[in-house]
């Protein structure tokens, strides 16, 4: 059963520290995104890789947040300082989209990163 | 560009009885459109998309969802709600380049009362 998995599922640390979130996609898959979900913004879309390089990352913020595709089997979101602010549910997903008409093709979501940052 | 609306927040609905969650779409260009569901503390799981061809679409669990291309909506429907069935769902688009990711919506707080 081919499933997206992450790790850790829950993380507290104190303001400051730097956090490393991963995320095995499903083999196979060429694309992965990170979201985060929270209750104020809902789920937004922080950045996406395919084939191992970066598409967009626009919606994150740049100065703390970077992610990273160390190999296919691999993405990592690290956020460094940490801040409060950060605080929230950061899922990653992963999908097959080797070209045309494969837009329509579903991504496959991991079960989340709970962070908390006092 | 392309977005989403999921007009309501919370749709309360008694079980046996039908139940519709909204969603329309702005895109260019040809849709791609999905429904996702979110049960606590899980990740999102995939109910069905269309792609193309009959509007009607058939999904997990007993949902189905109509295409409607004037109105630009995808409203997801099942004719028999199940208390389980509670949980937040999600309306996603994506045009038809394959160049964008998925854009999702506010989400819908579904609630099935005994």
């Known amino acids: 059963d081919a499933r997206v998995t992450q790790t850790p599922r829950h993380k507290v640390t104190e303001m400051g520290q730097e956090v490393t979130m991963r995320c095995q996609p499903i083999?196979?898959?060429?694309?992965v995104f990170w979201y985060r979900q929270t209750m104020m913004q809902g789920l937004e879309l922080l950045a996406y890789?395919?084939?191992?390089?970066?598409?967009?990352d626009s919606g994150m913020p740049k100065d703390r947040f970077s992610a990273e595709m160390p190999d296919a089997t691999l993405a990592t979101l690290k956020i460094q300082p940490s801040e409060p602010r950060d605080s929230a549910v950061y899922f990653c997903?992963?999908?097959?989209?080797?070209?045309?008409?494969?837009?329509?093709?579903?991504?496959?979501f991991g079960p989340g990163t709970r962070l908390t940052v006092l | 560009a392309q977005s989403v609306a999921q007009p309501e927040d919370q749709v309360n609905v008694a079980e046996g009885n039908p139940l519709t969650v909204k969603c329309t779409y702005s895109?260019?260009?040809?849709?791609?459109l999905f429904w996702y569901v979110q049960y606590p503390n899980r990740g999102l799981q995939f109910l069905l998309k269309?792609?193309?061809?009959?509007?009607l679409v058939k999904g997990s669990y007993g949902f189905e969802a109509e295409f409607n291309k004037s109105q630009t909506s995808f409203h997801l429907k099942k004719p028999s709600a199940l208390v389980s069935d509670s949980a937040l769902y999600f309306c996603?688009?994506?045009?038809?380049?394959?160049?964008?990711?998925?854009?999702f919506g506010s989400g819908t707080r579904l609630q099935v009362q005994p």
């Open positions: 997903a992963s999908g097959s989209y080797p070209g045309g008409t494969s837009g329509g093709n579903e991504q496959f």
């Open positions: 083999l196979g898959h060429n694309t």
């Open positions: 890789f395919r084939n191992r390089a970066p598409l967009d």
């Open positions: 895109v260019s260009g040809n849709p791609y």
């Open positions: 269309y792609i193309t061809g009959d509007n």
């Open positions: 996603a688009v994506r045009d038809d380049t394959g160049r964008r990711a998925l854009t």
